[in-house]
């Protein structure tokens, strides 16, 4: 799997060109992790620090995301961490209808490719996008629901969790359901 990963990146996303989102980009952002993990998380798309790296969650939203990895008895490295876009909107806002079209290939590929036995979506865009629906993550968090035969657990984002600490403890409360399940 690391190898049909790492080609899908080299041979396909790292020159995208797809939508406008690859005129500001400094670095497309792929996904990072055990190309056979049992866990996937997938967020939005890249902000300022992960456009620079080219590493997704490795700014103050990342930095939680490993604990919560942490604190499930796990490492980055056992798990695989992407988002919806591969490059960075601007201004960190959501990514367009189009952007979206554009770029959901590569997910759907690296899904593929990994097949997990479990997906966390993190936070409304991802979750909508993904799940192809409009209702809100305040609605689809902490209950199961299949993508492509794949268990996903809708969950708030570590960067809303920065800004409500309180919501934590939802979070946790669904990340215990993902690992009973795993």
């Keep these: 799997p690391a190898a049909l990963l790492a080609a899908l ?50 700014g103050p939203a990342g930095q939680l995301l490993t604990r919560m990895i942490g604190a499930m008895g796990l490492a980055r490295e056992d798990v695989y961490i992407c988002n919806i876009v591969k490059c960075r909107p601007p201004q960190n806002r959501a990514p367009l209808p189009a952007e979206v079209e554009a770029c959901i290939p590569f997910l759907v590929r690296q899904a593929e490719i990994i097949a997990p036995k479990v997906i966390v979506c993190l936070g409304s865009v991802a979750t909508q996008n993904l799940l ?37 403890k939802p979070v946790w409360e669904d990340i215990q359901q993902v ?3 795993l």
């Design 9 to 58: 990146d080299r041979d396909h996303v790292r020159d995208c060109r797809k939508c406008k989102l690859c005129e500001k980009r400094n670095n497309t952002v792929f996904g990072v992790g055990n190309a056979a993990a049992r866990l996937v998380f997938v967020g939005e798309g890249p902000g300022f620090e992960e456009d620079r790296q080219g590493i997704p969650f490795v």
């Design 132 to 168: 192809g629906t409009a209702e809100k993550i305040t609605r689809l968090r902490g209950k199961f629901t299949s993508w492509r035969g794949i268990p996903v657990m809708p969950t708030y984002h570590p960067a809303f969790l920065l800004r409500n600490p309180n919501m934590k």
């Design 179 to 181: 690992m009973a399940l």
